[in-house]
């Protein structure tokens, strides 16, 4: 069947539908990343948006089975596809992997998912660049639906946990705010002797006993996630460490009485060289976000720790004198690359000094 992606300055494109065959509405985004379209699919900072890859070739290692150790999925990162629909150039119905166990239509027809294909992603990423992201739908023929603009509203409450879960035997508690949590940050934190309690983005942790606070990443605007500020102040009086992830870092941000802003079109792909302050010191790093931090507002003792080389733009903050960090960039990038994943062991180093010293 076809159907039509419809932007919110009138263009119009007619497409063939391989997914979900649903009107649906949203805010359209371009990622940049070559592979991991499943890991990215199902990443909660998504939801919401109609996802455009710049790569024109997807589908064409399937999708594998949702396979899952100690409660963790092995190749997902969460229990369901959070975009709103997927837009590409050329879909692969062939597809061929080892451990591939479906189609990428298939799998988005079980989740409900609308996905297009036939469309010049690149000129319509060209345009997302000039215009930046804007509100889009996606019709079938005899529907029609308004936009949609999910950053009106609050996306973490829709994505996070709904419910307490711990996770690992280790000899460290983590306490986890999950507010759109990535599954690899609970393996990659998996790997430093902690256990960890994952909570509800609005759970008050402020009387929690805990060795370090970690903040996930998450979909939407960080001022809507009051609650979690309010949490982080009382946290920043005490000396337990503390790690955030993308929408983490901005909220520690906001807790230390920073500002944030949405970008134009955001940062999302596997590829984004970032650069310490001060130093020649670049790494690669996956990214999805489309708020982030106003440096100029940051407090004294704060200081920024990475910075984005396209643009210039904050990429992680640190605290001068305690143990508090975050970044803007996904260190348990999945699909990759790994290059900055050792700060999980900083993490769990600033935790081991923090006991000894307690």
Not at 36 to 54: A, C, H, M, N, R
Not at 60 to 70: A, I, Q
Not at 140 to 166: H, W
Not at 257 to 276: E, I, S
């Amino acid at each position: 069947m076809k159907a039509k992606l419809i932007l919110e300055d009138g263009s119009e494109y007619e497409a063939e539908s391989f997914g979900s065959e649903r009107s649906v509405a949203g805010e359209l985004v371009f990622y940049t990343a070559m592979t991991g379209y499943p890991e990215s699919l199902t990443d909660p900072s998504y939801k919401g948006q109609i996802l455009v890859p710049t790569y024109p070739m997807i589908g064409n290692y399937g999708v594998p089975d949702d396979e899952k150790t100690d409660g963790i999925s092995k190749f997902f990162e969460s229990d369901r596809i959070h975009c709103t629909a997927l837009i590409i150039s050329d879909y692969s119905s062939k597809y061929s992997h080892w451990d591939s166990e479906k189609s990428l239509g298939t799998w988005l027809q079980q989740h409900g998912v609308p996905g297009l294909y036939g469309i010049d992603t690149r000129a319509l990423t060209k345009k997302l660049r000039e215009k930046g992201s804007m509100l889009g739908k996606v019709v079938f023929p005899g529907e029609d639906i308004p936009f949609y603009d999910p950053n009106k509203d609050n996306l973490v409450a829709q994505v996070s946990t709904p419910e307490v879960r711990e996770y690992g035997h280790g000899k460290y508690k983590v306490l986890l705010v999950d507010c759109g949590m990535k599954n690899n940050i609970l393996r990659c934190l998996l790997k430093h002797d902690v256990t960890i309690k994952r909570v509800p983005w609005d759970y008050d942790f402020t009387r929690e006993e805990y060795d370090g606070l970690f903040l996930s990443n998450g979909p939407g605007d960080p001022t809507m996630c009051a609650p979690v500020i309010e949490h982080l102040k009382k946290a920043l009086e005490q000396d337990r460490p503390i790690m955030g992830i993308c929408l983490g870092n901005q909220l520690l941000a906001l807790a230390a009485g920073a500002k944030t802003y949405k970008l134009k079109y955001g940062h999302r792909g596997h590829n984004q060289p970032v650069r310490m302050p001060g130093t020649h010191t670049c790494y690669i790093t996956s990214q999805n976000h489309g708020f982030a931090i106003d440096e100029s507002t940051l407090p004294a003792e704060w200081k920024p720790l990475f910075v984005n080389i396209n643009d210039g733009t904050n990429e992680g903050i640190e605290h001068c004198t305690k143990p508090f960090f975050s970044t803007q960039f996904h260190p348990e990038a999945s699909g990759g690359p790994v290059d900055t994943e050792s700060l999980f062991a900083r993490f769990a180093q600033n935790i081991k000094k923090y006991k000894e010293e307690k």
